[in-house]
């Protein structure tokens, strides 16, 4: 097997070498599939509202801000502590890096609308210009 190994030579700092756009495809690739990961199963579980149902009787999420009930469409998984840390950029994180804090714990994960969660975005956003 020693010919297949020169065909496919391992390339030496095969992520420094990845241009951004590259780079930013893997990640969103990552996120895609962090989705559909048991973590995100097992907080959507946890978040099903103990009250509000549905049209139909449907389940409905309750948002750990605001307690509205919301239908999964209307819902995001939020990280309690960012993916990206505070004073970094996603740029500046390996996708090792990004991929670890991205698939951390059921409990760093909570439920969010999307209102909710754009502010909370935003004001991560804000912090780190600071
Ligand atoms: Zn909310």
Same mark, same amino acid.
């Given at each position: ?7 496919? !030579? ?7 070498? &990845?241009?951004?756009? #590259?780079?930013?495809?893997? @990640?969103?690739? @990552? ?12 907080? &959507?579980?946890?978040? @099903?509202?103990? #009250?509000?149902?549905? !049209? ?20 995001? @998984? ?50 780190? #210009?600071?």
């Amino acid at each position: 097997m020693s010919e297949d190994k020169s065909k496919y !030579p391992k390339q030496e700092n095969f992520e420094g070498n &990845l241009d951004k756009k #590259t780079k930013n495809s893997i @990640i969103n690739f @990552i996120r895609l599939s962090f989705r559909r990961s048991p973590q995100v199963q097992e907080c &959507l579980k946890k978040s @099903i509202h103990p #009250t509000v149902k549905g !049209p139909r009787g449907g389940k409905m999420y309750q948002c750990a801000k605001c307690k509205e009930g919301f239908s999964q469409k209307e819902v995001q @998984i939020d990280h309690i502590e960012a993916v990206v840390p505070k004073g970094k950029k996603q740029v500046d994180m390996s996708l090792d890096e990004y991929a670890e804090r991205l698939f951390c714990s059921v409990e760093n994960l909570q439920v969010l609308d999307k209102e909710c969660h754009k502010v909370k975005s935003q004001e991560e956003r804000m912090n780190k #210009t600071k």
